[in-house]
């Protein structure tokens, strides 16, 4: 670059706000496989876009490929796009909305073709026995206004690439799935948090548990015995704890921000008769 002369007052520097942006990198993810304990991050670019490319640290490649978005529009503050489960990544696509899977460079579609885009995807969960079997937050927007979006947990078939219902109330137009459900262990219970307009996660979120049944004639999930475990409607709110190494087939950690400190952190557990416990 040639060296320019000028009075302190003409001096124009090439260090523009393009050229930052540009060179501008955002690490909006990192979360880790806890079967094989690889970890993967996401990062955006704003020389691409604004595209997330979810990236293996192991591998320092791309998961996906070049033309992949690992992004979700889910509650539109791009989180829960990605997850990964014994060596399966799996990842929404901002592009066409679909979930995708990863494992040893092949990838494949797991959820239908949906060429108006009405659906979109979010915080998947694995069953620990059934793996090809997840639960996603889903969000209709077939009648597309923010009183008439519909929102509620799926099971996503990944062999047959289909999408079965499994929560959802009268109330699915004012009712937001948070955070990622979570297994239990064994797979035999399953937890989530749910908010309530006009509140948020922070101010009202409220934790469920409910029993998890799987049917070998139709390989499908269903659930029974749903509990509200913590959390009050635009009130209280609580969230659980989100380390595998914490929950059992009996005792899951939640949080209730609100409570006092020695309080913070409790149990439910959820095969004694509205039980609780504090450590």
């Known amino acids: 670059m040639a060296q320019t002369y000028a009075s302190y007052d003409l001096c124009e520097s090439h ?18 496989d806890p079967v094989t304990e690889d970890i993967y991050h996401i990062e955006q670019r704003a020389s691409e876009g604004g595209r997330c490319m979810l990236m293996s640290n192991k591998t320092q490649k791309e998961v996906f490929g070049k033309d992949f978005n690992a992004r979700t529009r889910v509650h539109e503050y791009l989180a829960g796009s990605a997850i990964a489960y014994n060596g399966t990544v799996y990842s929404s696509n901002f592009t066409d909305f679909r979930i995708y899977a990863a ?7 797991i959820t239908p073709e949906d060429p108006n885009k009405l659906y979109r995807y979010a915080y998947f969960c694995v069953h620990p026995v059934h793996t090809d079997l ?50 239990s262990p064994s797979g035999d219970k399953l937890s989530w ?10 101010k009202g979120g409220q934790i469920y548990v409910a029993d998890v049944h799987y ?20 009130n209280l709110s609580a969230c659980c704890s989100r380390d595998p190494g914490q929950v059992s087939d009996s005792v899951w950690p939640y949080i209730a921000p609100e409570l006092p400190i020695v309080e913070v952190v409790c149990c439910y557990q959820h095969d004694a008769e509205e039980s609780l416990s504090q450590y």
């Open 15 to 32: 260090i523009t706000a393009d050229a930052v942006a540009q060179d501008s990198v955002a690490l909006t993810t990192i979360f880790a």
């Open 103 to 109: 494992k040893d460079r092949n990838i494949k579609p």
């Open 134 to 183: 997840l639960v996603a937050i889903l969000q209709d927007h077939t009648n597309d206004t923010s009183r008439t979006v519909r929102n509620s947990l799926c099971v996503v078939n990944s062999s047959a690439a289909t999408v079965a219902p499994l929560v959802s109330t009268e109330n699915a137009e004012s009712e937001f799935y948070a955070t990622a459900p979570m297994f």
């Open 193 to 202: 948090q749910l908010w309530k307009q006009p509140g948020m996660p922070w």
């Open 215 to 234: 049917n070998s004639n139709t390989h499908t999930l269903s659930l029974s015995n749903t509990k509200l475990v913590a959390g009050e409607a635009n």
